[in-house]
């Protein structure tokens, strides 16, 4: 079992810390395999090599555009398939330790995966859409001061299967996947957007949330549009490019400061590439264009990067760039060193922005009732570990 990383830091994380793990149980799962492994699988499962492309084609369909969770319901496999299947694998989901609802609809969910760990969902219900707010590690590396979740330690990556697993455990609790005999598979759309803005950064797991994120693009399963899907990276350049060409969402940049002295303590990842050498990549982006935007998201902390001079330096850096700016409250968590700029200076902060012919929405916290706002996420078992430093995980 993987034992929590000690220290944190800034390099490059190896994907190795997200190789599969069999499920609990045992038996791996067919959830987060790529297609081309999933055709391996059945193969394995004795499916004759010649029907291997449509029998991977039907549990591909079971499995994403009907969420299934007993291969028993796989009815157009044969008897002896789906007991083969059974046999061999088995699908899996995150386990919902807690879901609470926030008042204002937000749904949280403490998820426990392989190992015990937990990580946490947010699922954000709008007029028009509703967001799934999906984590890519357990803890993070990162450190940023004004985020809760940064002062957890890594634990680990998540899978491939532990990441689209959040999706479709969202999935299953709102009751979205189709009846059976229902043809119209992709009619209820209550779950239509997803942004990898929960625990964790990233690109630090990019094989992992790559294949995730191609299972929920697939249009033969999940099958959301890429540009419903927004990844959300602190800056770590190298991979910047690489995620445009290999996955191909919107992109999102938490930047949070105008300068390198205040990004340095902000956003530590900044000491390793500084804000020129960030700006610089996302001019770079591989989908760049006037259609999709760069969105840079910018937390408003009373009397740290909220002035006048700071809106105007924001618009300098981002000048050229088809870009959007999030603004957004502070939300504070137990312990946090900082607060909330007052509305005041906020709305005159969105005002330098507009004028300067950038959209600044000012984003509206959403369950902070049950800390699931932007930074509020802490899992609940890592910060009990951390209480009990002498437990081996």
Not at 79 to 101: C, M, N, W, Y
Not at 156 to 176: F, P, S, Y
Not at 327 to 339: D, M
Request: proline share 5%; glycine share 8%.
């Amino acid at each position: 079992m993987t034992a929590p990383l000690a220290a944190k830091n800034t390099a490059l994380t190896p994907d190795l810390l997200a190789l599969p793990r069999k499920a609990s149980g045992g038996l791996p799962s067919l959830i987060g395999m790529t297609r081309e492994a999933l055709g391996a699988a059945l193969v394995q499962a004795g499916v004759p090599g010649r029907q291997a492309k449509m029998r991977e084609r039907q549990v591909w369909a079971w499995l994403y555009q009907r969420g299934v969770q007993d291969f028993d319901a796989m009815s157009n496999l044969s008897k002896d398939l789906r007991a083969s299947l059974a046999e061999h694998f088995q699908i899996g989901r995150p386990e919902i330790v807690t879901r609470q609802v926030s008042k204002d609809g937000t749904r949280k969910y403490l998820l426990r995966i392989e190992g015990g760990h937990e990580v946490e969902a947010v699922y954000i219900p709008e007029e028009d859409r509703g967001t799934l707010c999906v984590s890519s590690q357990v803890g993070c590396t990162l450190t940023c001061s004004f985020c809760h979740t940064g002062t957890q330690n890594l634990v680990r990556n998540l899978t491939a299967g532990e990441i689209v697993g959040q999706i479709m455990v969202c999935r299953d609790d709102l009751g979205e996947w189709p009846e059976e005999g229902d043809t119209n598979v992709g009619a209820k759309r209550l779950l239509s957007n997803i942004v990898l803005m929960g625990m964790g950064e990233p690109l630090y797991n990019f094989d992992a949330v790559r294949d995730a994120m191609k299972i929920a693009m697939d249009g033969e399963g999940i099958s959301l549009s890429r540009r419903r899907i927004t990844l959300s990276t602190s800056g770590v350049v190298p991979l910047i490019t690489r995620a445009g060409d290999e996955i191909g969402t919107m992109l999102a940049i938490s930047l949070h400061g105008t300068t390198d002295a205040v990004r340095d303590t902000l956003v530590p990842i900044n000491k390793k590439w500084n804000v020129e050498t960030l700006m610089q990549a996302c001019r770079e982006y591989p989908k760049l264009s006037n259609s999709e935007r760069i969105t840079f998201e910018y937390v408003m902390l009373d009397g740290v990067n909220d002035t006048d001079a700071d809106a105007r330096r924001l618009v300098k850096l981002i000048e050229g760039i088809p870009a959007k700016i999030n603004l957004i409250p502070f939300n504070p968590w137990p312990g946090a060193p900082y607060k909330r700029s007052s509305w005041d200076r906020i709305e005159a902060f969105a005002e330098i922005v507009n004028r300067a012919g950038y959209a600044s929405p000012v984003r509206t916290p959403r369950g902070q009732d049950i800390m699931a706002a932007c930074g509020q996420l802490k899992s609940a078992t890592e910060r009990a570990r951390k209480a009990r430093p002498s437990e081996v995980n």
